[in-house]
């Protein structure tokens, strides 16, 4: 059995929380084990909240709450085989971490992320958490964030890690690597976070840590956008009014009618007049 905790108050799109959960059951199936949730509840539950609790009770999940809101939290989490009302946080699921799992039985947590900035005040608490539970030795993995796995350094302490020439880089399948303007947002989505980030890399694109991958995709996908020029119109250069009317009169090769003629002979004699008045 596997003992999955979640905290956070970050949300998700309900398909993509339904498919990341699909997928834990996916696979402790095909493990042949089960698994329980150990959820933060809240007096007031956003979207998410609701969608995991939905999700939980349609798939008849074993599952407690924890948290300041445990002893009396929205409705939504009525069922609770059990409630830990706690305030320190950070060391309360350390401690449940240790304790609830059976022998053999493992632990890990699904973190649910406000904003991709580290230094975000409303993930403050969650980075603490995060720390304390992988200093503790437990994975913990982003639950919004494509279940990308998180490492103490780079997510935890909100830096970068430490480079390591040892360390494999991660390389993008040949079967999707394409050419720059073949990327799609389907392709991309096919890659791990990992891997989508390597691609941004390529185009030279460099994002806060913690950025998720899909702002990451739509990054790629609009790293070539620019505003179009706007189209300019260009006046023709008007030529002197003798060519003008010479221009406008010509029909088919034919010599000028008569009236033009005159025309052309009096602009002639004021500009003479007018050249004469001022010697």
Do not use: C
């Not at 398909?15 to 959960?21: E, I, N, P, V």
């Not at 690597?177 to 990992?194: K, S, Y």
């Not at 891997?195 to 996908?221: C, H, M, N, S, W």
């Amino acid at each position: 059995m596997t003992m999955y905790v979640t905290a956070g108050s970050g949300e998700m799109p309900a398909a993509d929380l339904k498919g990341s959960l699909d997928d834990l059951e996916s696979a402790a199936v095909q493990e042949e084990r089960t698994f329980w949730m150990l959820v933060q509840a809240s007096a007031e539950p956003t979207s998410t909240d609701r969608a995991l609790m939905a999700w939980i009770k349609e798939h008849e999940t074993y599952f407690e709450t924890y948290g300041p809101d445990a002893a009396k939290p929205d409705d939504i989490y009525k069922g609770s085989q059990e409630k830990h009302p706690v305030k320190g946080l950070a060391a309360k699921i350390v401690q449940l971490m240790q304790e609830k799992p059976e022998d053999g039985e493992d632990a890990l947590l699904l973190a649910l992320f406000a904003s991709d900035d580290p230094a975000a005040p409303e993930d403050a608490e969650l980075y603490t958490i995060v720390e304390a539970v992988l200093s503790a030795g437990y994975p913990v993995f982003a639950f919004n964030d494509g279940m990308g796995e998180i490492g103490l350094n780079e997510d935890a302490l909100g830096e970068e890690p430490a480079e390591d020439d040892d360390e494999d880089e991660v390389e993008v399948p040949s079967d999707i690597a394409m050419a720059q303007e073949e990327w799609t947002r389907a392709t991309l989505e096919a890659l791990n976070p990992d891997q989508i980030k390597e691609v941004a890399a390529g185009f030279g694109i460099t994002l806060p840590p913690r950025t998720r991958a899909t702002t990451y995709i739509t990054a790629i996908l609009d790293r070539d956008k620019e505003e179009e020029p706007a189209e300019v119109e260009v006046e023709e250069p008007v030529e002197d009014i003798e060519d003008e009317i010479d221009h406008t009169t010509a029909t088919n090769g034919h010599s000028h009618d008569a009236p033009y003629d005159i025309v052309k002979s009096l602009l002639r004699s004021l500009g003479e007049a007018l050249i004469a008045a001022s010697k």
